[in-house]
């Protein structure tokens, strides 16, 4: 995988134009990170009765045993948006998360972070990665760069 990411971050650097300045070393320790980033604004709603929020955010969708189960759209604080499947308060099964930097994750989900097939979507430097999930990580797929070429991780 190191290998991988020395090769992407050549062909990267080679391949920005229009002035974008962007360190790719740095994509996918911060796509790895984004999972813990924007969860800690969530009102945590003890049942379906209790409507004292955050300011900033909000949970719509099922509960079970007070817990957040079934399909729901969470909106946080920072801007960040999930919409898809909760399983005992957590993020479990298909869904979208929406950061407030414009990138996307829509994909499986598994104790509230990235696990399984999905495509991570990174507005800044206009690239995408499709592949495999585990506990937050990227593990393998393919990244297609802004100009259409593309790496296999």
């Known amino acids: 995988m190191l290998r991988a990411l020395s090769i992407l971050r050549r062909r990267v650097k080679l391949r920005l134009r229009f002035r ?13 990170a984004m999972d813990s980033a924007n969860t800690n604004g969530l009102q945590q709603k003890k049942s379906e009765d209790d409507d004292e929020e955050k300011p900033g955010s909000t949970y719509k969708g099922g509960y079970k045993h007070g817990k957040k189960e079934g399909q729901g759209l969470a909106k946080f604080e920072d801007g960040g948006e999930y919409k898809g499947a909760w399983k ?3 993020k479990s099964g ?3 998360y929406y950061y407030p930097n414009g990138d996307s ?5 598994k104790g509230d972070v990235k696990h399984g097939e999905g495509t991570y979507t990174f507005k800044t430097c206009k690239s995408i990665f499709t592949g495999q999930w585990a506990e937050g990580k990227m593990v393998k797929g ?4 802004h100009d259409q070429s593309t790496i296999q991780i």
């Not at 994750?105 to 989900?109: A, F, S, V």
């Not at 393919?142 to 760069?145: A, M, V």
Request: proline share 4%; hydrophobic share 45%.
């Open 142 to 145: 393919t990244w297609k760069l």
């Open 94 to 96: 298909l869904g979208a």
């Open 88 to 90: 005992n308060d957590e």
């Open 20 to 32: 974008m300045e962007i360190n790719t070393k740095d994509l996918i320790p911060m796509a790895n």
């Open 105 to 109: 994750y829509i994909g499986h989900w």
